[in-house]
């Protein structure tokens, strides 16, 4: 079992910056992808950015350009800087870790709030 600890969200004004941070525990498996999502009120979860234990990158269009996502793998931790935030950001993001080769291995977070006002 794998818990996921997340922190760092809020409420920031449009053009502003949030960090959020996941630290992960448990019994790991490798090679592994961590990344955050996220979930705004009334829409489908979507992926924002991964990072695989090879330091490959993947965001969604939306935040290219914006967020960046770093991962320290001998502390099994993932943040997201977010920069430029706007509104349409606003959504409880979700840590996430998953193995691309054995299912099972797929966790998450409980989700933390980020709130961008106009």
């Known amino acids: 079992q794998v818990q996921l600890v997340e922190s760092g969200g809020g409420l920031v004004q449009a053009g502003g910056s949030l960090r959020l941070s996941c630290a992960a525990s448990?019994?790991?498996?490798?090679?592994?992808?961590m990344g955050w999502y996220r979930q705004a009120p009334g829409k489908q979860r979507e992926m924002v950015a991964t990072?695989?234990?090879?330091?490959?990158?993947n965001f969604a269009d939306s935040v290219k350009g914006r967020f960046t996502i770093s991962r320290d793998n001998a502390k099994n931790t993932v943040d997201l800087q977010m920069n430029s935030l706007k509104p349409e950001d606003t959504a409880v993001y979700y840590c996430?870790?998953?193995?691309?080769?054995?299912?099972?291995?797929?966790?998450w977070g409980q989700g933390t709030q980020v709130t961008v006002s106009s």
């Open positions: 996430n870790i998953r193995s691309p080769h054995w299912a099972p291995f797929n966790y």
């Open positions: 990072v695989g234990s090879g330091d490959s990158t």
């Open positions: 448990g019994r790991m498996f490798s090679p592994n992808t």
